[in-house]
Each structure stands twice: as C-alpha cells, then as structure tokens.
C-alpha cells in the first residue's frame, strides 16, 4: 500500500517539473535554502491532554527547525516536496508523522483499571447484565487498551497568499497501514507585523475520517478479547484557534508567545477513554536562533 | 503719428488685460498652498542587512525645501514616531526597521506633507523561500 501510494507522489513530482525562482517577502517566514534554521525557545506552559488520566504535557522547550532546498524541505517533522511556488499560490506533497498519537506514548498511566462501560448514546456499547450505565463512569485508562502505534501520512497542501495572510487546505492518508484513514484542514492565517514583532491568528477546521478517529478512540475487540466492552468513533470536524506572537529583541534572540485551542467532536469526545472536549495549549519563552 | 501711437496704446492695453486675467486664472496673486512647493531629500535611502529579517537602525539626513517654520510629526509605516518644531532645513532623524518602511511628514492637521520609501536589502545572495508552516507553532 505504502509504494503503491508513493508511485502516485513520484506521478505528481514528474507531472510539475520544477519549481521557479521565487523571492520571499519581509514580513513572512522567510528561510535561507540551502541552510539549517534551528530554534530552541524555553519558557513556561503546558499543553492539556483529552485522554481519561491524561497528564497535562508541560511545555517548557519547544523546537523549531527546518531545512528548505529548491524543491525538498524538512520543516518540523514535515519531509516535503514542493511543486508549486509562485507570489500567490503554492503546492506542495509531504510525508509527516501524524500526531494524533502523540497523546498515547506520552502518558505512561500507573493503574490498570476499568471503571464500567460507555455512554449508550454514543457507539454500539454492549453492557453487561442489561444494565443501564451512568456515562460518567464509562472511562478507561491507556493501560486498559491496546498501544495505539505511529502513523505516517501522505499528504497534499495548497495555498493562497495574501498580502497580510494566506488561506491553505492540506488532505493527508495514511500511507503506513496503521489505520488507513485520512483527515484535511483548512485554515487562514493572518499576521500583523512590525519592525521587531509579529502577530498571527489562525482560525482553522480538521476534518478526520472515521477509520483514523476509531483506530485512536474506539474500543474494539482487540482491546478486551474477554470482555464486552466497545465503542465505535466517528469521524468529525475540529475547529481550532491559534495564536503567536514573537518580538525580537536581539541578533538571536525572541520572546515567543503561543495560545492553541482546538474543540474536539462529539463522537471523539464520547469515547471511554476520552475525557475532555477540547485541547489547549499555552507558552510563553524566550526563544534562541542558531 | 499720433493714430500710430494711439493704436499701440489701444493694444498694450489689451494685452495688459489678458496678462491680468491669465495672471489671475493661475493663482500668481493669491496664496499657493505649502504642500505644492515643498520637497525634501532623505539619505540614505538603502539599508543594507546580513540577512532579510534583520532589523536596520539608521540616523537619517533629511533636507528641505519650501517648509514653514512650524511644528510637524514624523510617521513610520503610519505610526506617529515624534513632533518637532522645525526651524531650519535639515534634520535628522533616527529609525529602525526591518521591512520597506516609509517615512512621513505631517503637519498639525495630519496632512502627508512629504512621503519617502526606504529600502532593506539582504546582503548575502542566497536565495530566502518562505516557509510552508508556520514557525513555533504547536498545532
């Protein structure tokens, strides 16, 4: 499945040719080719986890670190290639760790405990003994369930810049058979900027479809071989807000400020081993460049 | 003799008219406006910067030319920077930028007197890109 998908990408890179010379613009992120741009900023914030008994992530380093070249980039975990670049509009296809279970291996639960069944409204839970559950106690802990494991995914991103912003839509499938599912986005970005200071807002909506939503937030048999417990989760729209802003106040060095926060659906946030309906995220550190 | 002269009386006279009237329909006579006769010259007008992004701070030579004594205010990409009373031609003024900026001069009632571009250019040849995500970004 995997080389099948990538003759499609090889397709693509030779249907485009390459890429003309384009010239970026004060004012946007702008990168050296040919040059490693590293970031690393320490501050202060934490990132919220919906997962039942998951633990705030602290955010206290954030990385930043892209490669860009003619046409291949690395940018954050983001292996790219790009086929269109122009003044208004850019394409791009790239392959990409899908984050998704980043919530998974990062918490390490201690106890192994199931506290009942799932809400019945939601999924096709089978209680036992025909009883009717209070949805508050349909919560599982990640050790009750199976690892959910990493997916890479395949991915097309589009853009249309403006002179203060740009609107971009992005498809990504999974190309490593962990769920075969997909998700896509679409998000506008502006920014406000002055000589030392930048200010952006993103206003975005996730789409995630259903194979990729049960894969992480179902339970299924593999679960609990012995026990009846199972949900089906169903694909849905995210909507999401984000905020940066980074002064300069040196050769090197930043203040960097980001607010994050991302509204989980319904069918998400009714699985048993969810427990919030949203994700948020604070920091506030000071950044150094290389 | 005196019809020669009574004609070139007769046609100065007309001529004196029409010069009046064109000396009127001009303005030659009334008040000019002060922005339609100042200039002003900045230097300079170029920054040069290792790489695009980095920030230029330059003390600018300014000279003018047909500007009242008065109080006039400096603005940057529309931003009030300061106020001063000018007395003289030349100033000076320091900025500091990172992008193409321009420079304003404006009189008490926010009129643009006297508009200037300055330019930021990278000095190293390798080509920038723009980046396709945004940079410390947590999403």
């Keep these: ?290 | 003799m005196s019809t020669k002269n009574s004609n070139l009386k007769t046609c100065i006279g007309r001529y004196w008219v029409v010069l009046s009237l064109l000396c009127l329909h001009y303005g030659v006579f009334a008040q000019a406006p002060q922005k339609a006769y100042i200039s002003w010259r900045v230097q300079p007008k170029v920054c040069i910067v290792a790489k695009l992004g980095d920030s230029c701070e330059m003390a600018l030579l300014i000279s003018t030319d047909g500007l009242k004594p008065g109080k006039y205010c400096y603005f940057k990409n529309n931003q009030k920077m300061h106020c001063k009373t000018f007395n003289q031609a030349e100033d000076t003024v320091v900025v500091k930028f990172s992008q193409h900026t321009v420079l304003e001069l404006r009189d008490q009632n926010d009129t643009i007197l006297l508009s200037h571009e300055i330019q930021i250019k990278a000095r190293n040849r390798k080509p920038q890109t723009r980046r396709v995500r945004q940079p410390w970004s947590l999403f």
């Design chain 1, 1 to 290: 499945m995997f080389i099948h998908r990538l003759r499609y990408l090889l397709l693509a890179i030779s249907l485009f040719g390459s890429v003309p010379a384009f010239a970026c613009e004060s004012g946007q992120s702008c990168i050296e080719k040919g040059q490693w741009d590293i970031g690393i900023a320490f501050g202060i914030g934490a990132r919220s986890n919906p997962l039942v008994d998951g633990n705030t992530f602290p955010n206290i380093i954030l990385i930043d670190v892209a490669w860009y070249g003619d046409q291949i980039y690395f940018d954050n975990g983001e292996l790219g290639f790009r086929l269109i670049e122009n003044q208004k509009t850019g394409f791009e296809t790239y392959l990409v760790i899908d984050r998704e279970a980043a919530y998974f291996d990062l918490l390490h639960p201690g106890n192994f405990s199931i506290s009942s069944l799932i809400s019945p409204t939601t999924g096709q839970p089978i209680p036992p003994d025909n009883q009717t559950l209070d949805s508050e106690e349909v919560r599982l802990s990640l050790d009750d369930i199976r690892d959910r494991k990493w997916a890479v995914n395949l991915g097309g991103r589009y853009h249309y810049y403006t002179e203060k912003g740009e609107v971009s839509f992005s498809y990504e499938t999974d190309v490593s058979s962990v769920h075969q599912g997909s998700k896509a986005a679409l998000s506008y970005e502006h920014y406000w900027s002055g000589d030392d200071w930048q200010l952006s807002i993103r206003p975005s909506v996730l789409w995630k479809s259903d194979k990729l939503v049960n894969y992480y937030y179902g339970v299924s048999a593999q679960d609990f071989p012995d026990n009846d417990i199972r949900y089906t989760a169903k694909g849905g729209l995210q909507p999401s807000l984000s905020l940066t802003y980074t002064k300069r106040f040196s050769e090197d060095w930043y203040w960097v400020a980001n607010l994050s926060y991302q509204k989980l659906h319904s069918s998400m946030v009714a699985s048993p081993i969810v427990d919030e309906n949203n994700v948020s995220s604070v920091f506030l550190g000071l950044g150094y460049r290389f």
